[in-house]
Nanobody, 119 residues
Framework: QVQLVESGGGLVEAGGSLRLSCAVSGIIFRINDMGWYRQTPGKQRELVASITSGGMTNYLDSVKGRFTISRDNAKNTLQMNSLKVEDTAVYYC???????????????WGQGTQVTVSS
């Protein structure tokens, strides 16, 4: 069974930095795209950053230049610098995973990690 485990959330002052990590375990044939979403109460979940298996990245406009996503095998990292109060949210890791050669990729999600930025 594929599981994603996130770590690295917490409380930080505005202007500070946090690093989120996401590791996948289980029987994996291939990992396609990896990404981070975030959600605040009453709002839809939004894509913060993503990275393809080839290393191409995509970022939410409001985090460009401040956040960096990277990947290494079965793990990815979201480095968040110059954090703002509006970055406060629950952050979710997601990965597109194939568990067999002929299987269809499926999106898996982590349990979420809270990031709180204080003013």
């Amino acid at each position: 069974q594929v599981q994603l485990v996130e770590s690295g959330g917490g409380l930080v002052e505005a202007g500070g930095s946090l690093r989120l990590s996401c590791a996948v375990s289980g029987i994996i044939f291939r990992i396609n795209d990896m990404g981070w979403y975030r959600q605040t109460p009453g709002k839809q979940r939004e894509l913060v950053a993503s990275i393809t298996s080839g290393g191409m990245t995509n970022y939410l406009d409001s985090v460009k230049g401040r956040f960096t996503i990277s990947r290494d095998n079965a793990k990815n990292t979201l480095q968040m610098n110059s954090l703002k109060v509006e970055d406060t949210a629950v952050y979710y890791c997601t990965m597109g995973v194939k568990t067999t050669l002929r299987g269809v990729p499926r999106d898996y999600w982590g349990q979420g990690t809270q990031v709180t930025v204080s003013s």
